[in-house]
């Protein structure tokens, strides 16, 4: 029993390979080295997938920024091409404008010399009839119808016409004009 004794004290003493390994490989001395080992695993992990995440908002920041400047270009080209359009049309107004303004001129000199022939035309009218009146007076009394002639020369002067017979001889340029003759005649017959 002595023996058993020495041998227990023996073991208790001296550490076994058992006790050894055990306190070596104890499940904390394991785990704070697996614990590290697995923290710098996650921390990669997780600076991996920051960094992905990172890139990948990088890259869709920078796809956006392609749309918007394409977006922009695109807007910019339809503005100045509706500029461009709006300056033509604001061109072919003004032009259309002072075409307008022409084209009243025009149309205002047209109707004043279509009033001022209108009115020559009246005016020669109205010098022809009273010639024609003068010529049938004229003829009456050098027929020696001298009655008829003062008839005439009285219808003559109620037309009102006696104003219209021309200043001028036409036919012989210092000779008495028709007004002058027939005032001359108007005078032989009353």
Request: net charge negative; glycine share 4%; aromatic share 8%.
């Amino acid at each position: 029993m002595a023996e058993n004794n020495k041998d227990l004290s023996k073991q208790a003493s001296s550490p076994s390979p058992e006790t050894d390994g055990q306190h070596k490989g104890s499940p904390r001395s394991r785990s704070r080295g697996q614990q590290r080992r697995s923290q710098r695993s996650v921390f990669q992990y997780i600076t991996v997938l920051f960094a992905a995440a990172f890139l990948l908002l990088l890259m869709t920041y920078m796809m956006q920024q392609r749309l918007n400047k394409a977006e922009i270009d695109n807007l910019q080209e339809s503005s100045n091409s509706t500029l461009q359009t709006l300056e033509n049309i604001i061109a072919e107004r003004d032009q259309l404008r002072q075409e307008n303004q022409e084209l009243s001129d025009q149309l205002e000199q047209a109707v004043q010399e279509a009033e001022t022939s209108a009115a020559t035309v009246t005016k020669q009218e109205q010098a022809l009839e009273a010639m024609d009146w003068f010529w049938r007076i004229q003829r009456q009394f050098s027929r020696g119808y001298t009655r008829a002639a003062r008839e005439l020369a009285e219808q003559f002067e109620a037309t009102g016409l006696v104003d219209a017979l021309p200043d001028v001889s036409y036919a012989e340029p210092d000779g008495p004009s028709p007004k002058q003759q027939y005032a001359e005649l108007y005078d032989l017959l009353f």
